[in-house]
């Protein structure tokens, strides 16, 4: 079971992570949700719903990894359209933010939330062991697909992936690289969650 994701009885996920893979995977979510950002801030009305319906953003993130997490409802890159049409996709995808984004943002949050504790809470029954068997629900097992898939995608931005050919050039770094590691930790953590679709899909 060493570094794939195997089928609990009943449901769920297991894997075995050593203390290096658990630190790698808890940094990495840390970052994310850092990236992410905190929730809105609480309405000082004392009204209940007001966060619940609290108006998104309506323009894209700056970042290009935040970008690449949230993007645009209505429009694709790889297709051209006229300006007219890029105007009114633009429109469309602006209003679907601003209705939608915090609701994302908050669901990605949640589940890079839930690997940390669930990691924590692996470190703190395992001390000095070396490394210890993670077990998810099958709640979980969704949260933790979620975050790597986040993961991957975050990383992928920053190394610029955009297609398969992309993917297969990363195989051919020289170990010198300074991109080498990121490449490591993207591979990885594709492993790691074809082997949980595979799990939760049994």
């Known amino acids: 079971m060493p570094g794939t ?13 050593d203390d290096v893979e658990i630190s ?25 719903l007001a966060e619940l319906f609290a108006d998104g953003p309506s323009e894209p993130p700056s970042d290009p990894v935040l970008r690449r997490l949230f993007p645009d409802a209505y429009s694709d890159p790889e297709q051209p359209v006229s300006p007219r049409d890029a105007e009114e996709q633009k429109a469309y995808s602006a209003e679907f933010r601003r209705y939608t984004e915090n609701d994302l943002r908050a669901g990605k949050r949640d589940s890079a939330l839930a690997v940390i504790r669930s990691l924590d809470a692996l470190s703190s029954t395992s001390a000095g062991e070396g490394g210890a068997v993670l077990k998810l629900s099958p709640a979980e097992s969704r949260q933790w697909l979620g975050a790597l898939n986040d993961l991957r995608l975050a990383i992928g931005s920053r190394l610029e992936i955009t297609d398969d050919e992309d993917t297969d050039l990363l195989y051919r770094l ?18 790691l969650q074809e082997t949980l679709v595979g799990t939760l899909m049994a």
């Open 174 to 191: 020289p170990d010198d690289d300074p991109r080498k590691p990121m490449v490591m930790a993207y591979l990885w953590l594709g492993g």
């Open 24 to 48: 790698i995977i808890r940094s990495l979510a840390v970052q994310l949700l850092e990236l992410i950002g905190p929730g809105p801030a609480e309405d000082t009305s004392g009204d209940p």
């Open 5 to 17: 994701f195997e089928p609990l009885p009943g449901g769920g996920a297991a894997v075995a992570l």
